[in-house]
């Protein structure tokens, strides 16, 4: 398996799930992580990073920028 790489941080939750569907629709695995330390009973939407293998960094960028991702055109 590839190591994974981070795509982005979502700043919801919703956000990230969306991303993983629009993802996978693509053929690209990805998998979430919190960006944040959070305590395990605090119920906060907290960002999440968006992490899929690196050999598929680049195709996942284009995905994302092709839907109007603003933020990883400049990485």
Do not use: F
Not at 11 to 16: K, L
Not at 31 to 37: H, R, Y
Not at 40 to 62: F, H, M, N, T, W
């Amino acid at each position: 398996m590839s190591a994974l790489a981070q795509l982005t941080i979502a700043e919801t939750v919703a956000d990230a799930e969306e991303m993983l569907a629009i993802l996978s629709e693509a053929g690209i695995d990805a998998q979430l992580e919190p960006a944040v330390e959070h305590h395990p009973r605090e119920v906060d939407d907290i960002p999440q990073k968006v992490l899929v293998p690196e050999s598929e960094l680049e195709a996942a960028k284009d995905v994302i920028i092709a839907l109007g991702e603003p933020d990883l055109a400049e990485d």
